[in-house]
């Protein structure tokens, strides 16, 4: 069971959204390489990143900080925030990160993500974020109108490499994660499913491995408001 810590990076600092509202943000004192540093420190050994100013403009805006963290820290990154062409991709892959997650672009056209998923192979995590059963693109702010389980059955075969399932309903709440949908996504995906969104306690941890074809879990807010302490939660990697 693969534990990712989370680091969501807006204007160079720390942040936690509550389901996605950029109004509703909390932000923290420690910076994006010394919170990495602290995961570290304690054993993690795989890392989640969004970069929220990428989410909003389609740039790689923190490719600095996540290249910093890379560099200088032997984490596994999973990273995403508006990743909308190659370029960004191998921007990051050069970077040293592990995958790179698609999103929106990859909802809006199927081509996208077939195609990078060729040119970058074992390089492409899928990023579903949904809704009431539907998939939401573009930060949430817009319903695509497609079913979360019709399109893994239409992409299931592109050769992604994981799947980072987020049930919006449940992201910054600490309500736990919808354990029901993340099922019905893992039993119909091909490549293994992460997580995300909801996470309260260690409880979540022990719940989430029981289930099958999950590989791991993202764990952010618990972790910044102290609800779950790290020394408990890495425990949980390899127990």
């Known amino acids: 069971m693969k534990i990712f810590p989370a680091i969501d990076i807006k204007d160079k600092k720390c942040v936690r959204l509550?389901?996605?509202?950029?109004?509703?943000?909390?932000?923290?004192?420690?910076?994006?390489?010394?919170?990495?540093?602290?995961?570290?420190?304690?054993?993690?050994?795989?890392?989640?990143?969004?970069?929220?100013?990428g989410a909003l403009t389609g740039e790689t805006v923190n490719l600095d900080i996540i290249q910093e963290i890379a560099n200088k820290y032997d984490l596994k990154i999973e990273i995403g925030g508006g990743v909308r062409n190659f370029e960004s991709i191998k921007k990051y892959t050069d970077a040293g990160v592990e995958k790179v997650i698609l999103g929106s672009a990859a909802i809006k056209d199927k081509n996208f993500l077939k195609e990078a998923c060729q040119k970058f192979p074992n390089k492409i995590a899928l990023g579903l974020d949904a809704k009431d059963g539907y998939l939401s693109v573009s930060g949430?702010?817009?319903?695509?109108?497609?079913l979360t389980l019709d399109y893994i059955k239409e992409v299931n075969d592109y050769g992604a490499s994981r799947i980072i399932y987020t049930d919006i309903n449940r992201d910054g709440t600490k309500q736990s994660p919808n354990f029901v949908e993340t099922s019905k996504v893992a039993d119909k995906s091909n490549c293994p499913v992460v997580i995300s969104g909801g996470v309260s306690s260690i409880n979540d941890i022990k719940k989430a491995k029981s289930l099958k074809?999950?590989?791991g879990i993202i764990v952010g807010k618990a972790i910044y408001d102290g609800d779950i302490k790290l020394e408990e939660l890495v425990r949980e990697i390899d127990a």
Do not use: C, M
């Open 213 to 215: 074809n999950i590989e």
């Open 18 to 53: 509550i389901k996605g509202d950029f109004g509703n943000k909390t932000e923290y004192e420690i910076s994006p390489v010394d919170q990495a540093g602290k995961y570290r420190d304690h054993g993690f050994k795989n890392l989640h990143i969004v970069d929220l100013d």
């Open 140 to 146: 949430w702010k817009e319903n695509s109108n497609k």
